[in-house]
């Protein structure tokens, strides 16, 4: 186990805000996970389980904690089935789940399925890259995500039609509570958009060892997720492997996204909003495109944002990206007062003139309440 004392937060995460860390604590190896949460107990010190930093902000005046990262890597294939599953694990039976070949002549993934076992601290884009590689359709639509495995079922994961939800069998996990390994299956996870019990009511009580997948040889069955038709006929593609479908999402991306490296932002901000049949009647009444999809009627809330007239705004540091107004890019801010302000101005807004509250996406790494003795 590494220790670091005194790691500004803006350094390990992608929207570059924050303080410092009393204590940043690297995994290496299962047997030290106790051990890290042990050393916080001792110093009465909260923790806060961090992967890349690409979904979570810092205060400014920092973490007077024990941020504790998974650095174990390495994917391990498990063992090979010859079954027909079709790459949607969210239960029914498998013919219910086996969906029709499309009439433009493509083929469902159909060859034998494989298991991987990712251990967290792999790069999530390495492990989609790994499984392109080897044919095996399932992820390809999460290439270029930023992120560590062990963050990939926290928030579920999600884009271009294939939520890390579709694959995932299982996880290990440490649990913080009772101080014992256990694997938990997709059922046990509860996975909804951008949900899992582990951010909502299980929130910080698991430490992800690592990740298994049922992924499987052939290819994505079509019609694929609107912006990848429209790719496909814009540029007359023809490769729909795994690795096709790889080389289309990251062009896609790379045109409307920030790369994290270059500049900071936490991806999208907000998320989208997800409406009953009742409410998506009333917003298509009123003329707001509304999506009807897999996992329900959704309004894009990066669509609200560019209707309220903030694509391309510079809000207190922060540009509203203009070919993706979900994503915050913090071009100036130095401080999280500022962001909270861009925030507050954007939710306000969009309030006011559609009647939708937006709800913030990425976590904040926040201080516990000091303890007062006699007033708290
Ligand atoms: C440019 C950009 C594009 C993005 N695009 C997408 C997208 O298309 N779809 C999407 O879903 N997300 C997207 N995101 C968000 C982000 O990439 C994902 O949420 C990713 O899973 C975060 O991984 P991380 O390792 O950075 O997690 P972190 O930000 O470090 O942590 C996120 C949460 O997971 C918890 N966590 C991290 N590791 C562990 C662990 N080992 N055990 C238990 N809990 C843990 C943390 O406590 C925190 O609550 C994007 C972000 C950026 C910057």
């Known amino acids: 186990m590494r220790v670091n004392e005194n790691i500004l937060i803006s350094s390990l995460t992608t929207m570059r805000l924050g303080g410092p860390a009393r204590y940043v604590l690297e995994i290496e190896r299962p047997e030290d996970i106790p051990d890290a949460f042990g050393f916080a107990a001792t ?43 079709t790459g949607d694990a969210n239960g029914g039976s498998p013919d219910a789940r086996r969906r029709e070949p499309s009439t433009v ?22 492990v989609v890259a790994y499984a392109c590689e080897r044919n095996l359709t399932g992820i390809e639509a999460l290439s270029k995500i930023p992120g560590l495995a062990g963050a990939a079922p926290v928030q579920n994961i999600g884009a271009y ?7 995932l069998e299982s996880i290990e996990v440490y649990d913080i509570v009772s101080h014992t390994f256990k694997t938990l299956t997709h059922d ?29 040889t052939g290819q994505m069955p079509r019609p694929f997720y609107r912006s990848i038709e429209k790719y496909i006929s814009d540029h007359n593609s023809t490769n729909f492997t795994p690795q096709g479908i790889r080389a289309i999402v990251s062009a896609i991306r790379a045109d409307k996204l920030p790369d994290p490296l270059e500049k900071a932002s ?34 894009n809330s990066g669509w609200l944002i560019e209707k309220a007239g903030f694509s391309d705004k510079l809000l207190h540091g922060f540009r509203v990206n203009p070919k993706a107004a979900l994503v915050l890019i913090n071009e100036s801010a130095k401080s999280y007062q500022d962001l909270a302000a861009a925030r507050e101005e954007i939710i306000n807004k969009v309030y006011d003139i559609y009647g939708y ?3 913030q996406e990425p976590v904040e790494i926040i201080n516990p309440p000091v303890k007062i003795p006699g007033v708290n």
């Open 161 to 167: 039609g294939q939520e890390i939800a579709d694959t």
């Open 266 to 299: 936490s991806g999208s901000f907000f998320k989208n909003i997800y409406l009953t049949e009742a409410e998506s009647e009333i917003a298509e009444a009123k003329g707001y495109p509304v999506y009807h999809g897999k996992d329900g009627h959704k309004i």
């Open 43 to 85: 110093y009465n010190l909260p923790t806060f389980v961090l992967g890349y930093g690409a979904n979570t902000i810092g205060h400014d005046e920092g973490f007077n904690g024990v941020i504790i990262i998974n650095r174990m890597r390495g994917i391990t294939e498990l063992s090979q089935e010859n079954d027909t599953w």
């Open 105 to 126: 002549g493509e083929t469902l993934a159909a060859g034998p399925v494989q298991r991987i076992k990712v251990m967290g601290g792999e790069y999530w884009d390495d």
């Open 188 to 216: 046990d996870l509860g996975f909804s958009y951008r949900k899992s019990i582990l951010n909502t009511t299980e929130k910080n009580r698991y430490f992800v060892i690592s990740i298994t997948l049922k992924l499987q």
């Open 357 to 359: 509250w937006l709800e």
